[in-house]
């Protein structure tokens, strides 16, 4: 019979708090970025805050992975070294990496997680990362059913795929446009977000087919329709994007897919959780109330019409009705919706930005603004992208989770003992001795005595644990001092909390192959990103015979592929030549302000390229590398 399969939730952690909160909400595992060398700059944390999340995690069997996923100077590879030992001495469970100059280097047998940045597509990248010793790879966000099928066909690594949150429109997250306009590398965690900028789209004619479009924007990922299609076609972790989101986010986001994942798993008997304990929440998850902008499943069925958040990159939340009066400092507006004072609102301007309002006060549907905008108009459509109620309810502690516990209570000549066994079979006891306490005599009333021990001994509240079963093995009914019972029972839970830390199972790093896998090209242009010495030695080991540098050396002068993407502006102005007869996929041009850039369309590929050049001028700040003392 084959073992259930584990599915792992996966949420983001902007610090320790934030990791906690993931996980008490129901994640498998958190994410988090160190103090130094994540691709989220701003949102590090210190070896000390991720000792203490994973003290917390460990708890529940659930995992840390620390996010150590920017490419590396060759001045930076002895700190990151440092830092990695750090990192596994404080109890993190994988790193996160793109670098492969890592895998050069002295490290410690944490477990390997190939960054989505290491652009895995095909199943071919896959086995040779499984080959050279990652147990987890992260798929490109692009990738359809058919495609995650046929890798996992050939890998026997864990899957990790976005599940949800902010896309990238590049391959991978491979952008150079922040890079080449500003210095900022978005392969260094400082991406300045080009693709969210407004663009006027021209054509090889001069003509304008879009102007002041959010052009490159992508809508926001929500796989919730397709987790079981997902799962079946080999994916076994569903990450969740966002280690910059708020903390209402993180809660309500992972509390939604959590319900999910547990309702397949209470009706599929071959998966079960990753980690232990249950999550009961306070609210009801809405991932329509948290920031977002727009859904879309992306290509996890194909390509879809409807991917771009062209008109805004802004949130502008649910309909919730239109304006029928506008009054001095107030509008009434035709709903069926509840309002709260301190609800956000938003609509859609002449020119189709967004302008936003805040409710000062509720008056029935009369809603009484703090400023009014000048610009809204009588049947003006509005929407509501802060629920105020719906905040107030995510800022209380709004979640519990519980490890099943059964209970046993037993008497022998010299004592009474009592062992707790949790539901991943970790069994512990602590005993009471007779002598050392005269108080226990034959109980004068059996049943209330009874039911008192019964009450004392399940009373886990305040812990991690809750009771799913009690069995007494008394020889006779007792009295007992209800101040010796709480102390037995608090030390058997933190006899039990503290075995389950013991053996909390930490993942090994998995095998290199025999033999030195070969990788799946020979040549290596930009797009592989090798910034040291390491990395290039790494893959000329694995039978790389041309690799040329990193676009962040500088060393690519003239006009390249700043980005790839799957994403088509032809396709999206029904100008796409595989659909419309006797079109070409001539160029066209971008154009933000000053800024050009030139659209080339690979249709045998269905790509697009844009493509541009570095400015004069533009470097790479390193930085200070972090000393020992700054990664603590």
């Not at 944490?110 to 040779?128: C, G, N, V, W, Y």
């Not at 046993?408 to 512990?428: H, K, M, N, Y």
């Amino acid at each position: 019979m084959t073992a259930p399969r584990p599915l792992e939730l996966l949420a983001p952690a902007k610090n320790a708090a934030f990791g906690c909160e993931a996980i008490k909400h129901g994640a498998d595992a958190v994410y988090i970025g160190g103090p130094a060398f994540g691709a989220r700059y701003g949102a590090g944390s210190s070896v000390a805050e991720i000792q203490q999340l994973c003290d917390y995690a460990h708890s529940y069997h659930a995992k840390v992975f620390v996010a150590l996923n920017t490419i590396l100077h060759d001045s930076e590879l002895e700190a990151a070294q440092r830092l990695v030992w750090q990192l596994y001495d404080a109890g993190a469970d994988a790193l996160i990496i793109q670098d492969m100059g890592l895998l050069e280097l002295d490290l410690p047998p944490i477990q390997l997680h190939a960054s989505t940045q290491t652009d895995i597509r095909h199943p071919e990248k896959a086995r040779f990362l499984a080959d050279v010793g990652f147990s987890q790879i992260v798929l490109a966000r692009e990738l359809s059913l058919a495609e995650i099928r046929a890798i996992a066909a050939r890998t026997d690594v864990a899957l990790e795929y976005f599940v949800h949150g902010a896309l990238c429109v590049a391959f991978s997250g491979q952008c150079y446009i922040s890079h080449a306009h500003t210095g900022r590398s978005a392969n260094r965690g400082e991406c300045s977000q080009a693709c969210r900028l407004p663009y006027s789209l021209v054509d090889d004619k001069g003509r304008t087919i879009s102007e002041n479009q959010h052009l490159l924007s992508m809508k926001d990922n929500n796989q919730s329709d397709n987790l079981l299609a997902l799962i079946e076609a080999g994916v076994t972790s569903f990450k969740i994007e966002g280690r910059l989101k708020d903390l209402a986010y993180v809660k309500n986001i992972t509390a939604h897919y959590r319900t999910l994942l547990d309702a397949i798993i209470d009706s599929h008997p071959q998966y079960h959780r990753a980690a232990s304990g249950r999550s009961t929440f306070s609210f009801t998850p809405q991932p329509e109330k948290t920031f977002n902008r727009g859904y879309t499943d992306y290509f996890a069925g194909g390509r879809q019409d409807d991917i771009g958040a062209f008109d805004s990159p802004a949130f502008v939340g649910t309909v919730v009705g239109e304006v029928t009066e506008i009054g001095a400092g107030w509008i009434t507006i035709r709903s069926s919706e509840t309002f709260h004072n301190g609800d956000g609102l938003c609509f859609h301007d002449a020119a189709g930005e967004v302008q936003g309002m805040r409710v000062n006060r509720v008056d029935g549907q009369r809603l009484h603004l703090a400023q009014m905008p000048a610009d809204l108009s009588l049947g003006t459509t509005l929407f509501r992208n802060r629920d105020q109620a719906f905040e107030r309810a995510l800022e209380k502690d709004s979640a519990q989770r519980l490890i099943a516990v059964q209970i046993d209570f037993t008497e022998t000549p010299s004592a009474f003992t009592l062992t707790l066994r949790d539901e991943d079979g970790i069994c512990v006891s602590a005993s009471l001795n007779r002598d050392a306490c005269p108080d226990i005599v034959r109980a004068q009333n059996p049943a209330a005595a009874r039911n008192k021990l019964e009450e004392q001994l399940q009373k886990l509240g305040g812990t991690s644990f809750r009771a799913t079963g009690l069995t007494l093995n008394l020889k006779e009914d007792w009295f007992f001092p209800v101040s010796s019972l709480n102390a037995l029972r608090r030390q058997a839970v933190e006899a039990l909390q503290a075995e389950r830390l013991a053996r909390h199972p930490r993942p090994l790093r998995r095998a290199v192959s025999a033999e030195p896998a070969i990788y799946p090209q020979q040549e290596l242009t930009y797009l592989g990103n090798v910034f040291n010495a390491k990395a290039r030695a790494f893959y000329e080991k694995h039978g790389v015979r041309l690799i040329d540098e990193a676009y962040e050396t500088g060393a690519e002068k003239g006009m390249v592929s700043l980005m790839i993407t799957k994403h088509c502006l032809r396709h999206s102005f029904n100008l796409c030549p595989k659909e419309v007869k006797y079109l070409k996929p001539d160029p066209m041009t971008l154009i933000n302000g000053k800024e050009k850039l030139i659209l080339k369309f690979d249709c045998q590929a269905c790509e697009m390229h844009v493509i541009g050049r570095m400015k004069k001028g533009v470097t790479l700040n390193l930085g200070i590398a972090p000393s020992t003392a700054g990664c603590g």
